[in-house]
């Protein structure tokens, strides 16, 4: 039999994946890249960040070796060194994406993509334009940062989350517009370099979605490093005088930051990457591409994955969404379930979330009850000292089933996981409390938190 | 040598080398398309063809853009675009066009390159391929190529210049000087040069031998050896409808805005149209005229016409306009005709 020809659009983590899925199903593969296969997440979010997060948590551990009678003196951060192993880890990372992708025989093209029409895809390229025909197409080319209308915004100098993974010298006051994941994030990397920092948000919380206590938590944590956090502000304008001045309005009065460096994190939004959507008569909807719950747009043969159909702008559900458009492509019947999906937040400490948040619970009219459990009542934690956190679990007061779940603490990425698998598969919170957890580590305070949602936790006692 | 070739020249099962006896485009590239569809497994074929006095452009190019389509049709040439991407070409009878269209598992543009290569340097010229899918002699270039991948069957199709009349290719492919905002892929200029300049004793024939000469013998293979007459396939007659039409050969621009200006005695005028398919879909008149409300009227009747000069002048000749607005009518009717449209 004729082998489908599919042609993906885009080399970030939902084109890739899809690429690499659709060549193990049979599929003959083109993939077109305009710069770096493994896109923003590999190349200019998710990884380069985690790799500051690491240098900046290895020299906060440094300063605070003296309690676990470790003496260390003079530690200091050389950025070069910073950003050059950052730039190793990426390079390690793009070149293991290069190398799955040959293994799989995918047709990698580097250039800029149009499509020509419905079956065919023209790629200019460094020696010239290629035209390919092909039976399928996916449409994966991402996000871009999203620039709000503040006078000044395209002042020079202003960094954006790409050239903030890139401050070879440290500034010593930095703004950060935006306290979402990506700012909140850059604000807790470089307190922890030294640099002094203040955020500015323009609704009534940070970290939008997420649950209250936690963002107040997350609050209180900052006050302790030093980060000023304004939120119900609107920045009017930036300009450049030597420093960067930031005005900003907060409750009708007018405040003015005076700060070395200023960081744009008011988030992405959809790029169609310059594909001539309205000639093949695409369907969009707001800024993203319109598709079904198999990522199909309004034209049969056109699929769109990733942030460029606006859902939710993370990796995971990009190489998720890039899953399932080719397994409905090559025949097989799946659907896009955007209902558990686990995010993550790399702050110090981590915040990670499942499902519903409490204040969802209560919106929603859910007769629910929460289990709670802090940090620093586990062992494991103890020894670490990495105190500050809790957990909190909320089920179904009746069912029992559980429906979302809130972390903020030490490895709260990593633990995050058993609560998703048990409410993607509708596992009531006895499953947890049955099953055993190992001791010491610090996924007993699940264990505890889910005791603590029914009967109470065994190592903790709630004082009212 | 490519290191490919013994792999390829085992797997071939059938070889063909096809002449075309017509110099119509849309005929050739019809019957270009036709062997693509109908390539057997495992089968190479060499296709060569020739055009008379015509300009092709790539599949993603805008005619108006990189062409001077009024001056070549007024000429009695003819404008064509291929499947194939990359920029626009001239072809009279001193240039003779090349084709390999093979089944995708034979597909190497190494070895096909030395096929041309082979045969240029025969008549001791030393060609070689430049970085941007060129053939070179002496830095100056006398064969542009293009690729088309399809799903089975893959071409690699290019141009050679023998004795082709750069005057007309110079005319021809002047780009316009309107302000033109597109996708899509433009034109690169290139030095260029007649491989008869380099040396006197070479015709488009005795090119045609060479390189039957050297597909057989780089392939290893006794080619079966046809002269086709494309009119007479019904299935390519049936696809040289598409390659005449003005729906593929304007109509498949990628979507572009043009912008007009002109100083008239009864004021300044800016036109600007954007364009789908060769279709107006937005339009857009500023004028410090005194006449508004006749300016909106025009703007608002260019809208959904196709992009032809005979659709846009009856569109403002129908805009109801009193006797002393004649002038402004025909002003821009005449200004407009002097356009690429």
């Not at chain 2, 107006?280 to 008149?285: A, M």
């Amino acid at each position: 039999m004729k082998k489908k020809v599919i042609t993906i659009i885009g080399g970030g983590t939902g084109g890739y994946v899809a690429a690499i899925r659709a060549a193990q199903l049979g599929a003959e593969v083109n993939l077109i890249e305009k710069e770096k296969v493994g896109g923003t997440c590999l190349n200019w979010g998710c990884i380069p960040t985690k790799a500051l997060v690491y240098s900046a948590k290895t020299y906060s551990d440094i300063q605070n070796a003296r309690r676990f009678g470790i003496e260390v003196e003079d530690a200091s951060v050389n950025m070069k060194r910073v950003i050059k192993n950052k730039d190793g880890i990426v390079k390690q990372l793009v070149g293991g994406v290069e190398f799955l992708l040959k293994k799989h025989k995918v047709n990698v093209i580097q250039g800029t993509a149009d499509i020509v029409d419905k079956k065919t895809v023209s790629v200019d390229t460094k020696k010239g334009e290629e035209v390919l025909k092909t039976d399928y197409i996916i449409i994966a080319t991402g996000s871009n940062v999203k620039k709000v209308p503040i006078k000044g915004i395209d002042t020079e100098g202003i960094l954006t989350s790409k050239e903030a993974l890139d401050l070879k010298d440290l500034p010593e006051s930095l703004a950060i517009i935006g306290g979402g994941v990506i700012g909140m994030e850059f604000a807790f990397i470089y307190s922890a370099f030294g640099v002094d920092i203040k955020v500015v948000e323009y609704l009534d919380d940070i970290l939008p979605g997420v649950d209250k206590e936690i963002t107040n938590e997350l609050r209180s944590i900052a006050k302790r490093e030093r980060i000023k956090i304004t939120t119900g502000a609107q920045v009017t304008e930036i300009k450049k005088d030597g420093n960067f001045s930031v005005k900003y309005i907060k409750k009708d009065e007018e405040d003015i930051l005076d700060v070395e460096k200023v960081l744009i994190a008011t988030g992405r939004e959809p790029s169609f990457g310059g594909l001539s959507l309205d000639k093949l008569g695409i369907e969009t909807e707001g800024n993203a591409i319109k598709v079904d719950d198999t990522l199909q747009t309004n034209l049969d043969n056109i699929y769109a994955v990733g942030d460029v159909t606006g859902k939710i702008l993370l990796a995971h559900v990009a190489s998720h969404q890039g899953i399932i458009a080719v397994e409905n492509i090559m025949g097989q019947e799946k659907k896009v379930d955007y209902d558990v999906v686990p995010s993550a937040i790399f702050t110090k400490p981590e915040i990670a979330t499942v499902g519903l948040t409490e204040e969802e619970a209560v919106e929603k009219d859910i007769d629910f009850t929460v289990g709670k459990f802090p940090f620093r009542a586990n062992g494991k934690i103890k020894t670490m000292n990495k105190r500050k956190g809790f957990i909190k679990i909320i089920i179904d007061k009746n069912t029992h089933q559980i429906l979302g779940s809130s972390i903020i603490g030490v490895h709260a990425t990593d633990l995050i996981h058993e609560l998703t698998l048990a409410i993607k598969n509708e596992l009531k919170i006895e499953d947890v409390i049955e099953t055993i957890h190992a001791h010491p580590t610090t996924s007993e305070v699940i264990h505890e938190a889910a005791l603590d949602t029914i009967g109470g936790a065994l190592h903790y006692v709630r004082i009212n | 040598m490519s290191e490919l070739i013994d792999k390829i020249k085992n797997r071939i099962n059938s070889a063909r080398l096809i002449y075309s006896d017509s110099y119509n485009p849309w005929y050739n590239l019809a019957l270009e398309e036709y062997l693509l569809n109908n390539t057997k497994k495992n089968e190479v074929m060499l296709y060569l063809w020739q055009n008379d006095n015509t300009v092709v452009i790539g599949r993603n190019q805008n005619a108006w853009k990189e062409c001077n389509c009024r001056l070549l049709e007024n000429n009695d040439g003819k404008l064509a675009r291929r499947l194939s991407g990359g920029g626009a070409v001239y072809h009279d009878l001193g240039n003779l066009n090349f084709t390999f269209i093979m089944d995708k598992n034979l597909y190497d543009i190494h070895t096909q390159l030395e096929v041309i290569l082979e045969a240029v340097k025969d008549s001791n010229i030393d060609a070689e391929f430049s970085g941007r899918n060129d053939l070179v002699a002496s830095d100056r270039k006398f064969s542009g190529n293009a690729f088309y991948y399809g799903t089975n069957s893959s071409y690699h199709h290019g141009t050679i210049l023998v004795d082709t009349n750069f005057e007309n290719m110079v005319n021809y492919l002047q780009v316009s000087k309107e302000k033109i905002q597109s996708k899509g892929i433009k034109s690169v200029k290139s030095r260029v040069v007649n491989l008869k300049e380099l040396n006197s004793s070479v015709t488009v024939d005795k090119m045609k031998k060479e390189l039957a000469k050297y597909f057989k013998e780089i392939y290893g293979v006794e080619p079966k050896k046809e002269v086709i007459s494309p009119n007479e396939i019904k299935e390519v007659s049936k696809l040289k409808d598409k390659y005449s039409s003005w729906d593929w050969r304007y109509g498949q621009a990628p979507d572009f805005d043009i912008t007009y200006e002109k100083r008239f005695d009864w004021g300044d005028i800016q036109l600007g149209l954007s364009l789908t398919k060769g279709k107006i879909t937005e339009s857009k008149i500023y004028s410090d005229a005194m006449n508004a409300d006749l300016i909106e009227d025009i703007a608002k009747n260019l809208k959904d016409c196709q992009f032809k000069i005979d659709e846009i002048t009856n569109a403002i000749n129908n805009v109801k306009h009193s006797k002393d607005e004649e002038e402004i009518i025909r002003n821009l009717i005449d200004w407009l005709k002097e356009k690429r449209i």
